[in-house]
């Protein structure tokens, strides 16, 4: 049970992660932005684990699926990011399964490639063309081979 001068941090905390979907790392930082110590934090954790404010499986859900309908995101740099949030392997692999259908994956991957293409225009010569190209789509957590394969199929 949470002691009287402990209860109003236990109910900001709670409506923080109301406000949106949070990761255990995301709340304790927030907790130690507040001067809590580890003990503290551990046990405010646990609550709201508890009482289901802190799920990772449903954080890397909402996740995934945000970052790559709305940032366009591919799958590594998901795993990496939810990787550095500290969300366990079932976890990530889990969302990154069901929240992104490799169609709609292939069909943004061709149209970033599209898009891309067009600001590259100014470029003449295929190779740094490629290079570019590859560069960007590297950056935005695609898999090389799935890259290359769809660089091949718009340039020669």
Partial sequence: MLSTELKPIFLKIRRYCAQSERCQKEVSDKLK????????????IELLVAENF??????SNFFASDKFRFQKWGRLKIIHALK???ISSPDYESAIRTQIDEGEY????????????ELLSDISQILPKKQKLLQYLLQKGYEPELIHKTIRSFLP
């Fill in 106 to 117: 292939l069909q943004t991957l061709e149209l970033l490639t599209v898009k891309k293409l």
């Fill in 54 to 59: 802190i799920d990772h499986l449903r954080y």
């Fill in 84 to 86: 550095a949030k500290g």
């Fill in 33 to 44: 932005q507040w001067g809590l110590s580890d003990e503290e934090i551990e046990v405010y």
